[in-house]
């Protein structure tokens, strides 16, 4: 069964730059729609990117777009999360999850395979 564990998370100030990790085991991650979730202390878990698995391409939630970049290594049976110019806002838990559709989106119920999460925090 597919596992996926998140890291990279940590401490940053604003406008500094994180890159998490999503690697996998039981699996090839390059069969799946892999996406990037984060939950903020009392929010609701958002999607913010994801990447499809027949042709790579990506979707960015808005309040990351220009800012975030998602990337598959296949070699390294792993998903990247580039996190540049980070907010305050972007404070959270960010969790990878994987879905079995052959498109990239946002929404949560259509990803069945979660890690257990890594935290990021942005100092003001």
């Known amino acids: 069964q597919l596992q996926l564990v998140e890291s990279g998370g940590g401490l940053v100030q604003f406008g500094g730059s994180l890159r998490l990790s999503c690697a996998a085991s039981?699996?090839?991650?390059?069969?799946?729609?892999i996406g990037w979730f984060r939950q903020a202390p009392g929010k609701e878990r958002e999607g913010i990117s994801c990447?499809?698995?027949?042709?790579?391409?990506?979707n960015d939630a808005d309040s990351v777009k220009g800012r975030f970049t998602i990337s598959r290594d296949n070699a390294e049976n792993t998903v990247h999360l580039q996190m540049n110019n980070l907010k305050p806002e972007d404070t959270g838990v960010y969790y990878c999850a994987a879905s079995g559709l052959r498109q990239c989106v946002l929404a949560r119920l259509h990803y069945d395979n979660w890690g257990q999460g890594t935290q990021v925090t942005v100092s003001s």
């Open positions: 039981g699996g090839g991650l390059r069969y799946y729609t």
């Open positions: 990447i499809s698995a027949p042709d790579g391409s990506t």
